[in-house]
């Protein structure tokens, strides 16, 4: 719990508040203890926020931290209120609105990729098709027969929803997605 | 001190270490190891209970009436489960509240054992945090970890969950952290304001022409000289001053300034002064719904300060215009000094205009009720029990429901810490093992539990233990034999159909106390209350008081579902159409 996540702004700022629905992408920095995942998530559930896209993987071995980055969808109070709920969950060391601290440094999004594993079965002139347009998104094939791809393909979420939607004619079997993963552009870290 | 012994060895110790004194608990097999060094040892007195859901509102009461946390020892299983209604009940009060959970052997833990259950996945959600042990060699460091948060920032309940195993595992004990803020490496809540923040609000609150203080749970939780510091604030500035259900007590209710509780069932001049202010400060309160009424239509034409320990009680219902993070009682330091030694004065002239309003608000009598000679009138029990009781050291608590409404309205209350109610979860069965916790922290002092005929016969059994340990606890219950909350809604809401809200069939009280050794008292006249009212007093056991009231007593004012705080349905306007007709179709669905 950190209380510089909290806006203190002048006496006489507000500003009209906005009712449109955001998409925000957080990174929260916490203790890899058993049931935090459960902690993070039954918060969502509880309260009744959105979670579009939940990644999680240690990501410092010797403080056992790991790194929660989840995609979430909400008006700005309510984003502001998931933002506070989570900072108060004991295990959590640091809860980072990344869509904000991009938008306060005027670019346009955080970096944001996610990868996938595209499975597309087929032969003929939709096999050979599914591979020229796979080349065509930089997607790597992983997996093959002469009948099946697997194709992996990292990039932005709506990269990837593109390709799973251009291959759903060409013989889509099944997609695995490992969700988003974020960070800052620039040289700061959280 | 490190040294040496058992997991059981080390719960007593770091309870010792922490400074506690009393436990409330109950055993079974997944604590006995806890309960053989606790029948060894002196120093901590432990309170056994009837059943587990009153040792935590014990734990509750001993933790509201003294400012420790309340310590409360349950076994595996339906111990712990029982116990989740107390937790949620600290959760939505931020009562500092441990409890220590037994818990089946770790190489049975997942196998649906006997008396297992998932402790810390069922309370996740109704604790602030919550542990299971699963090596000794945790086991001290966690329990005094436990403490720190229960009790830190903006307090609330922790389960710490001891397999039997690690109690009876030997490991190395290590005393409290000397400075545990510090040394927590996630959680250090913010307890100093934002200095030119604070600074800003004394501007605003200098140059506010209608202000008011609306004073919460918070200030009670931060401390008696937080209490003090909100007393020196009004008189240095001559604001009014509203509280909700829970900081009943922070600013006396004799104080010249003082509207009475505020929010649905609080006092006309209250929610007038809310509705029509230009400035509200909020300190230590979060805009609960009872407080707010129709949001969309609260307080439209204020600046919003508040003040608070928890970062996400800012902007959740309400938007403010300045936040204040930290304690009340620091920030309240920050103002009361800023506004000293910068020389602020309050607008005079609108201050006195702003009083002529709210004394014609508070000529309107709203909590008015027509006296009657032959039917004890609940209010009237209450004031008769208030007169009678002031002068003495007395902590009241309350089950849920009108009698409880009733006595935040009718009791006035100088201190804080004398008054203990459940306003969050609204826990109906929470009066009865609250007194009793509060009569162990204070032998000497008159612990009266306000209740309703159907509350307590919700946590009756703990009368059970107030006998055992001889703690004169009295419970004064306005029998009216209905639910009396539900039977009004019922009455606005649908129709006056009753359903369900009549209880048929009531204990006789006088012989259900006797049966458990205690004294039963049954007064049905208004001329016999005062003296029964003495006589209870001066018994010096637990005493059952069956307080016979009118049965159909609405209890007003009253913001009804939906609206906003300048559309109170007032007691001389409260016919029974008006009552038929006060909640709109959409406010039906609210509750």
Redesign the interface.
Known sequence: ???Q??D???????AE?SNEIETHTLSLLV?NE??VL??VI?LFS?RGYNIDSLTVSETEHEKHLSRITIVTTGTP?II??IR??L???????RVTDLTVRARRANQDKPLERELALVKVAGDGDKRLEALRLGDAFRATVIDATTDHFVFEITGRTSKIEQFIAIMKPLGLVEVSRTGVAAVQRGPEGL | MTREMTGAEMVIQALKDQGVDTIFGYPGGAVLPIYDEIVQQEGLEHILVRHEQGAGHAAEGYARSTGKPGVALVTSGPGATNMVTALTDAMLDSIPLVCISGQVPTHLIGNDAFQECDTVGITRPCTKHNWLVRDVEDLARVLHEAFYVATSGRPGPVVVDVPKDVQFATGTYQGPTPNPAAAHKSYRPQVKGDAASIRHAVELMAAAKKPILYTGGGVINSGTQACQLLRELVSLTGFPITSTLMGLGAYPASGDNWLGMLGMHGTFEANMTMHDCDLMVCIGARFDDRITGRTDAFSPNSRKIHIDIDPSSINKTINVDLPIIGDVGHVLEDMVRIWRSSSMKADESAMKAWWEQIDAWRARNSLAYKPNSDVIMPQHAIQRLYELTKHRKTFISTEVGQHQMWAAQFYGFEEPNRWLTSGGLGTMGYGLPAAIGAQVAHRDALCVDIAGDASILMNIQEMSTAVQYGLPVKVFILNNQYMGMVRQWQQLLHGNRLSHSYTDSLPDFVKLAEAYGGVGFRVEKPADLDGAIEEMIAIDKPVLFDCRVANLANCFPMIPSGKAHNEMLLPDEANDEAVANAISAEGKSLV
């Open positions: 719990m950190n209380a996540n909290v203190a702004p002048s006496a006489y700022f507000l508040v203790d058993p049931g459960a902690r039954g509880g109070m502001e209120q506070h709920q900072d108060r969950l004991v295990p959590v060391h």
